[in-house]
């Protein structure tokens, strides 16, 4: 089963406007990260904002803030007054403990992304 | 300097061939992780190092190689590569097993087998 799922696949919006990318996520720890990434043309991988599953503070990083709903087990990026360079794909993380052979190790899991076009 | 390289950005293969991708940070960074990154899929766990302890996924454990010569690079090694591994591989570094911060990527290297 997916770990981390984003239902939209695609997204578009006028330059100016305001978007919300959806994700949803599945774990069983009680402490986790969520992590939100850009995935840019040259391929490298733009962290943007992070939550931590402890943290009731509403994260914002400049344009970007989060809306955590633990209980729901859903994390939603927002970015505001969109610009044109914002279009690419936008990637939710879920970082968490597992144990492996004896250790607790950490992994992030993507979800599928969501490509945002941003029209001027 | 807050970057993670990898070389090469693109590389060709003949199917049954084999294949080296190099990443390195200077950031001093504990954990090193490869992933791979198909179209329209999420990027996938391969393996990573922490410190010089290498772990691999169980669904890729004979698949792919590395290597840690040193706290800076780590390699991925694919011994002979089938059209299946085409994919762009990309490679992290974070400060400790436990990302209180966040991964940093590199570029990726673009893998084409034929």
């Known amino acids: 089963a997916e770990k981390v799922i984003q239902v939209w696949s695609t997204a578009s919006r006028q330059e100016g406007e305001e978007l919300t990318l959806d994700c949803s996520y599945e774990t069983s720890q009680v402490l986790y990260h969520l992590f939100w990434y850009k995935h840019l043309l040259s391929g490298e991988m733009v962290f943007l904002i992070r939550?931590?599953?402890?943290?009731?503070a509403k994260e914002r990083s400049g344009r970007y803030s989060v809306v955590f709903q633990k209980s729901l087990k859903s994390i939603s990026l927002i970015i505001s007054a969109l610009q044109p360079d914002d279009s690419g794909k936008y990637f939710c993380?879920?970082?968490?403990?597992?144990?492996?052979?004896?250790?607790?190790?950490?992994?992030?899991?993507f979800g599928a992304g969501t490509q945002l076009i941003v029209i001027p | 300097d807050t970057t993670v390289k990898q070389n090469p950005r693109y590389k060709l293969a003949r199917v049954g061939k084999p294949v080296n991708l190099i990443c390195s940070q200077t950031m001093n960074h504990d954990t090193m992780y490869w992933y791979q990154k198909k179209p329209n899929q999420a990027p996938k766990l391969l393996l990573f190092y922490y410190d010089k302890i290498l772990n691999r996924e169980a669904d890729t454990f004979e698949k792919f190689q590395s290597s840690r010569p040193n706290n800076s690079f780590c390699s991925l090694y694919i011994g002979s590569a089938g059209l299946e591994y085409s994919a762009m591989y990309l490679c992290?570094?974070?400060?400790?097993?436990?990302?209180?911060?966040?991964?940093?990527f590199g570029e990726g290297s673009k893998l084409t087998v034929l």
């Open positions: 993380a879920l970082w968490e403990l597992a144990e492996d052979r004896g250790s607790a190790l950490g992994r992030l899991h």
């Open positions: 939550q931590t599953s402890s943290s009731t």
């Open positions: 992290a570094s974070s400060r400790d097993v436990q990302p209180t911060g966040q991964l940093y």
